[in-house]
């Protein structure tokens, strides 16, 4: 009987053999339930599901928490539905009424210039044309004269008046006659910036001086409009809405006025309700009257 239990009890060798493939069978189906677990928990499927109907229980299979969403209401709170203030509406475009001699250009005689006056200017860069205009004189035989006249440009003059005209309407009114500013203005003016020209008969005459440019004709609400001159006296019945500016001469070529006084001042009250207040505290015109003698007519708001 020791002889048959010899023959029937397992080598030590093979046993080593057995449990050794047994642990690598084991640890491959670890292996594979550790990869099918990840599989199901990026994307759960009938994997997952199959899993739980055969038992199996993991951590990561285990169904998420539910998350609980407030209903959002269907309308806003009453308080909320109030309409909100209108927005101001903003300005409508500013008017710029601008002189034309000495303001925008300055002219004389082609016979009476000397030489070296335009020679000078014109070294110094200013722009200059010569023209003819129709005097308000007449020759021996009744025909009106003809003048010959050299017109030079002051400095910035086209740009100031294209950028100007971005955001203004523009007006020229000047003293000077039709005959002689119309052919003027054509010139510097070829693409009809001015909306609309006025000449010396729309000027008016006062106790204080002749010739005084009156803007009720242009209109009746002066907050937005603007008068851009040489001569102060020219703002005398709205003396709120004046700019006054250096007189430009040939004599005097280096000038930044356009550009670098005039146009910044013009965009500022281009943004304005009312440009009278801001024309009061930048030139006190008011008071520059009186201190030469003269009441000026101030029946504006300010």
């Given amino acids: 009987m020791a ?30 339930l550790q990869v099918l677990i990840g599989v199901i928990r990026g994307a759960p499927s009938f994997l997952g599901k199959l899993l739980k109907f055969l038992g199996l229980r993991h951590p990561f299979l285990s169904a998420a928490p539910a998350v609980a969403f407030a209903q959002l209401p269907s309308q806003a709170p009453a308080d909320e539905l ?83 005209s971005e955001f203004a309407d ?14 003027l203005v054509d010139r510097i003016d ?5 909306c609309h020209r006025l000449y010396r008969p729309s000027t008016v005459n006062t106790e204080y001086r002749d010739h005084v440019k009156d803007l009720s004709c242009l209109s009746e609400d002066f907050s937005r409009i603007v008068l851009v001159d040489n001569n102060p006296y020219s703002f005398l019945l709205q003396p709120l809405n004046g700019i006054p500016c250096l007189t430009f001469s040939a004599g005097q070529p280096v000038d930044n006025q356009l550009m670098g006084v005039i146009f910044p001042l013009l965009k500022h009250l281009s943004i304005q309700k009312d440009v009278r207040p801001a024309l009061y505290d930048t030139y006190h015109m008011p008071e520059w009257f009186r201190r030469h003698g003269i009441i000026p007519h101030i029946d504006q708001a300010t």
């Fill in 190 to 194: 070829a693409h009809n910036r001015f």
């Fill in 3 to 32: 002889a048959a239990a010899d023959v029937y009890t397992p080598a030590p060798a093979l046993q080593h053999r057995g449990q050794a493939a047994w642990r690598a069978v084991v640890g491959w189906l670890g292996l594979l």
């Fill in 82 to 164: 109030r309409p909100l203030p209108p927005l101001s509406p903003p300005p409508g475009r500013l008017t710029v009424v601008l002189d034309l001699d000495e303001t925008l250009v300055c002219s004389y005689e082609s016979s009476s210039l000397p030489a070296a006056v335009r020679t000078q200017a014109v070294d110094a860069g200013l722009h200059c044309f010569d023209m003819e205009c129709i005097s308000s004189d007449k020759d021996a035989q009744g025909r009106q004269r003809v003048n010959h006249v050299t017109v030079f440009e002051r400095p910035g003059l086209h740009e100031f008046l294209q950028r100007t």
């Fill in 170 to 183: 523009l007006i020229l009114f000047t003293a000077g006659l039709e005959g002689y500013a119309k052919p």
